[in-house]
């Protein structure tokens, strides 16, 4: 049995996704953040170019700045977004 996360998109991968937020299914057990990543990826071939423009992609898994060997549970919230640059 499975459950859902909502995946979110931000800055320019949102832009270049062409979609602000998506929910994907996911093993009750949880699955690592980067093999969130690998399952939308294949799933959608303008996510996989928008991510894959983005060398230093962040993630935060429920609103909390994580890493991609994080295990994402049913439920949680994962945004992928590039990193900040400030001045």
Request: hydrophobic residues 50%; charged residues 15%; glycine residues 6%.
């Amino acid at each position: 049995m499975a459950d859902r996360v909502t995946v979110l998109f931000f800055a320019a991968l949102r832009e270049q996704a062409g979609q602000e937020s998506l929910s994907v299914s996911v093993p009750v057990g949880g699955i690592s953040v980067a093999d969130l990543r690998r399952q939308i990826e294949a799933a959608d071939p303008a996510i996989a170019q928008a991510l894959a423009a983005q060398p230093r992609l962040r993630v935060a898994v429920n609103q909390t700045l994580s890493t991609f060997e994080h295990l994402v549970q049913p439920g949680d919230e994962v945004a992928f977004f590039p990193p900040m640059t400030g001045g």
